[in-house]
């Protein structure tokens, strides 16, 4: 289910003193559309089970880059961190969650397909993303071809249970609703392995020493923030607050902030390098 939380004041005071600018004025960003405006707050969609983009901490608060990127949005739309609402959103609902009006954009893991252009907008991309697979330690998967006939555990609606629908139908797939009943199925045996954007599975790995990533990147994308059809003014903002946001060096911050050192120069990659080639 999803939850919606308002950051409410903690998250003023946890920012302050991070590097946040309130201030709206600076690098002439476009006219806040009224609809937005008039609301007094930024309703953002964001992802709540996969560091370091989108998560919840130890304590139940929202982390991650692309939720401090939606933070900053807000900062810089209303002059102050405090007004958003941030909502977690899954692979399966974020969408319908964008157009049934419950948030204004998603920056949730979104990756830029043919499939969803045709019912969102995307911004310009701020990061590409790759996919991969989480197997255990011991396991004789060594690449991608190696799950053919084999039971992979993905997420319901997600870019990689589209790719194996269309490139490798014959894997037996277990569709599951999040990232933590993903990684829960694959320890308790019920899939031979787990395949998600990289970004996620990198994080996991490295804390979990049972768990290895087969290495083989598939299903690259780029990602992008997602607005509804037709609200081409507030599109105009998103891409302007992005520029913004990459003229003054806040993806490197937030990528240092939320990022251990030692996989940090994957996700420094994904936001400073050109899109890798991969099946």
């Given at each position: ?160 249970a589209k790719w194996f629908e269309d490139t490798m139908p014959k894997v037996e797939s277990l569709r599951l609703n ?5 990684l829960q199925s694959l320890k308790q045996g019920r899939g031979d392995a787990y395949t998600h954007d990289a970004a ?13 990533l087969v290495g083989e990147s598939f299903a690259v994308s780029d990602a992008a923030v997602g607005v509804r059809k ?50």
């Amino acid at each position: 289910m999803t939850k919606t939380i308002s950051a409410g004041r903690m998250a003023l005071s946890a920012l302050a003193g991070l590097g946040f600018a309130f201030h709206a004025e600076a690098q002439s960003l476009p006219p806040l559309p009224e609809a937005i405006k008039s609301a007094g707050l930024l309703k953002a969609g964001v992802r709540c089970d996969q560091p370091p983009y989108g998560y919840k901490d130890e304590t139940g608060k929202f982390a991650g880059v692309e939720t401090d990127m939606a933070i900053q949005i807000a900062a810089w739309a209303f002059g102050s961190a405090d007004k958003i609402e941030l909502t977690c959103v899954t692979a399966e609902n974020r969408i319908p969650q964008l157009n049934g009006k419950k948030v204004d954009l998603l920056i949730a893991t979104l990756g830029v397909t043919p499939e969803r252009a045709r019912v969102v907008d995307f911004s310009k991309p701020y990061r590409w993303g790759g996919s991969d697979m989480l197997v255990a330690k011991d396991s004789p998967i060594k690449k991608l071809d190696d799950v053919a006939g084999k039971t992979v555990i993905m997420l319901k609606g997600s870019t990689q249970a589209k790719w194996f629908e269309d490139t490798m139908p014959k894997v037996e797939s277990l569709r599951l609703n999040t990232a933590s009943d993903a990684l829960q199925s694959l320890k308790q045996g019920r899939g031979d392995a787990y395949t998600h954007d990289a970004a996620t599975l990198i994080v996991i790995a490295a804390k979990d020493p049972s768990l290895r990533l087969v290495g083989e990147s598939f299903a690259v994308s780029d990602a992008a923030v997602g607005v509804r059809k037709n609200e081409a003014a507030w599109l105009a903002y998103v891409d302007a607050s992005l520029d913004r946001m990459k003229a003054e060096g806040l993806y490197a911050k937030w990528v240092e902030k939320w990022v251990p050192a030692d996989i940090r120069p994957f996700y420094t990659d994904a936001f400073t390098k050109p899109k890798p080639t991969a099946r």
